[in-house]
Structure formats: C-alpha cells, structure tokens
C-alpha cells in the first residue's frame, strides 16, 4: 500500500509539471507595470523631440501592440531616436547674453559680436542648426544646468563654472582693465613728468652730462681757454653746456673742442648720444601715455572697486585683498561709479572700452593691467559632445586669417 502511495504522489507530480510546460511563454513571466512603460516610452520620445503616439485601443492583444518592444515602443522607433544627432536631426538651443564685445543685442533685437560671429562660422562649418535664446546671465547658468540649454557664449572661465560646466578653449584672452578719471591730454603728459621714475631718470641724465662735460674741460682748459674757461666753477659750467647741446645735436657753436683728443671725446658723445636721446624721449612717451598699465593691488590700494558679480576679475582682485562691491553687470557697476558708490571699475579691458565709447556720459578712460584673467569661452552642459568638435573649430580659427578679422572687427587692442 505504501508503495503504491509513493506511486500515485509520482504520478501526480509529474502531470502537474507537464501542465505548467503546455502554459504559453508569456504567462510564465511577470508583465512589467503599465506606468513604467509609459514612463520609459515617454522618455525616449522627449529624447527626440516628438511626442509619444497614444496607446492602441485595442490593448496588449492588438496588431499594434505586437510591434512593440519591451518598453511599450515601436523597435523602429528606438532606432530613430537613438540616431538623432544634436544640431543637425535637432536644433540646439543656444543661450546668449548682451556681454559687449564679445555679443551685443542689436535695436531690432539681433545678435553680432565677437563670441557670437564665432559661433556662427563654426556651426556653419559643423552643420548645426541652432536658436539663439536670449536670457540674463542668472538664467543662462541654470538654463545649462538644467538642460534647456545646449550652450552659453561668451561666458568667463572661472573655477566655479569649470567645475558646473564643460568649457571650450578660449575664443579669446582679454586683460583686465581699471577705468579712471579722464584728464586732457595736457594734465596726463604733465602728470607723467612728475612721477619719480622719470625724474630719476633726470637726475641720472645730469650726472653724466657732468661726467662728460668734466672730462672735455680737463683736455680743452689749457689750450681753449676762450671756450673751456680755467676757472673750475666756470670752466665744468662750460662743459655742462657743450655737452647737454652736443647730445641733442643742435650744436650751437659757441663751444668746440679743437685739441685731437677734445674731438675724439666728442665724437664718441656724439654717437652716444644718439642712443641716450632715443631712451629719453622713448621713456617720456610711455609716462605720458594715457593708457598706460597699472600696477596691482597698489594702484586700487584704499579704492572701492566695482566688479560684476562671478567674474574673473571679482576672482582676481578678491585674491589680493582689494576691497570690491559686486553687481549684476558693466551698466550697474558704471553706474554705481557714477553716483560715487565705488572709485573705479574692474573688468575685461575691451568691455569696459566698449561701455565707455558707447556711452558719451562717462567721464572716464581705461587702463589696463599686467594681469589677463578673462577667458572668453563657451560653456556646455558636463559631458557634452559638442566639446571637441567645437575645441578643433575655435583652434583653427585662432590661428586663421578669419579668425584676427573677426577680432580686428570688434577688438581695438
């Protein structure tokens, strides 16, 4: 009895696995939820930019629904999606901000600039197609952050932003600039004579006329004593004289060495003096000139300097200690100078130049600094694939005839 007990629970077993396996394959499997399909569907239909078709009516069962993958969507489908291409199946959205020079906003609400002319001629090369989205400097970064964006012109490298974004090679090196005060050309050339640089450079001037004119008296006192006087007082005073006007080459006559070796010394001064006169005039020009560097942080030393906010100059000048007053952009910050909030403003040299041609109001010039902290560059989203392609473009234009027009048009530097 036993035995034919075991037997029957054998039987028994063995029909119930014969039946399972008769079951169709789909029915031994799970059915994934229907919101995680729809969700995946959607998902890769926003990826290309159209919108999921509506479901078959006529359910999991239907003709349609056969098609599909696991997913919920066509195979043929999955394939389309995942051949578009940015900037060509898809235009690119490209977020632009009024920066001058680099891209300015137009009356009529077109874009021009130096960032922006680069771009243009790049993506023409590449084969993009693209929109150009206007926004302000707050949006642009979280428009890129947050995928609305594909690109952001003319954006400062800065570490922040590094760390953000992918940023290209630099379209271009600007050095930071410092506006001041404007004075007539008069007031500059003036206050350029009285620095100590060039009046060192005067006194040393004397010590060697002196040496000169001592050494011409010594040969010529006993033997041109009408022009060399004995007199030790008058007779340095004599050689002074002969050889201030001999350096100048006006030469007027009234003094001449006429002993062999006296003639010799002054034709070695003469030749020297060529170069001496060529130093001078050389060192006066540069001390009297309008733009002339500036030293930092000396020269903004106990000066309240307006920066916009996030820049690379706000980045350099905080490192030095410089006492700086951050706002939303060059306008502000001119603004602000204006009315006396800050002493001066700090930032890329040719936009502080174009704010200052562009508005006649501004009483100010602009100096520039031995410092260059502004790379101009376009910002991508981290990872992105327009990274490179974009990186050979702008290394090839640097280094092109097109490329210094394109800044020779915008840039006076």
Request: hydrophobic content about 45%.
């Amino acid at each position: 009895m036993r035995f034919k007990s075991h037997v029957r629970a054998v039987l028994a077993a063995a029909a119930l696995l014969a039946g399972v396996a008769a079951l169709p394959v789909g029915a031994q499997q799970l059915e994934a939820p229907a919101e995680a399909q729809d969700r995946r569907a959607g998902e890769l239909f926003e990826r290309g930019g159209i919108a999921p078709s509506e479901p078959s009516p006529g359910g999991a069962g239907s003709e349609a629904a056969s098609d599909a993958d696991a997913d919920g969507v066509p195979d043929g489908e999955v394939a389309r999606l995942e051949e578009l291409r940015p900037g060509i199946d898809v235009p690119l959205k490209v977020g632009v901000g009024h920066r001058p020079p680099y891209a300015i906003r137009t009356r009529d609400d077109a874009w021009m600039g130096l960032a922006v002319d680069y771009w243009r001629v790049m993506a023409e090369s590449l084969g993009w197609r693209y929109d150009l989205v206007a926004l302000d400097d707050a949006a642009l970064e979280s428009g890129l952050q947050n995928g609305d964006l594909d690109a952001v012109l003319a954006l400062t490298a800065t570490p922040r932003r590094e760390e953000l974004f992918d940023l290209t090679h630099p379209l271009h090196t600007a050095t930071m600039g410092v506006t001041s005060e404007r004075s007539t050309r008069v007031v500059s050339v003036l206050t350029g004579l009285m620095e100590w640089t060039f009046l060192r450079l005067v006194l040393g001037l004397c010590v060697l006329l002196l040496i000169v004119g001592t050494i011409i008296w010594l040969i010529e006192r006993r033997r041109n004593t009408e022009q060399f006087s004995r007199s030790p007082l008058k007779g340095l005073g004599d050689g002074f004289w002969w050889a201030g006007v001999t350096l100048t080459t006006i030469g007027y006559g009234d003094k001449a060495p006429v002993t062999a070796l006296g003639r010799g010394v002054a034709m070695v001064w003469m030749l020297a003096g060529l170069a001496v006169s060529s130093a001078l005039t050389a060192t006066i020009v540069t001390l009297a000139d309008a733009d002339a560097g500036v030293d930092l942080p000396e020269s903004l030393s106990g000066r309240m300097v307006g920066v916009v906010a996030g820049s690379s100059s706000e980045v350099a000048l905080g490192r030095e200690g410089v006492s700086l007053r951050s706002y939303a952009d060059l306008a502000s910050a001119f603004a602000a100078m204006s009315e006396g909030a800050v002493d001066t403003v700090a930032g890329a040299a040719p936009a502080l130049r174009h704010v200052v041609s562009e508005d006649g109001g501004l009483s100010a010039r602009v100096e520039t600094t031995a410092l260059d902290p502004h790379y101009i560059t376009i910002a991508l989203a981290q990872g992105s694939p327009l990274r490179e392609p974009l990186n050979v473009q702008i290394l090839q234009r640097l280094t092109s005839e097109s490329g210094w027009n394109l800044s020779l048009r915008y840039l006076d530097e």
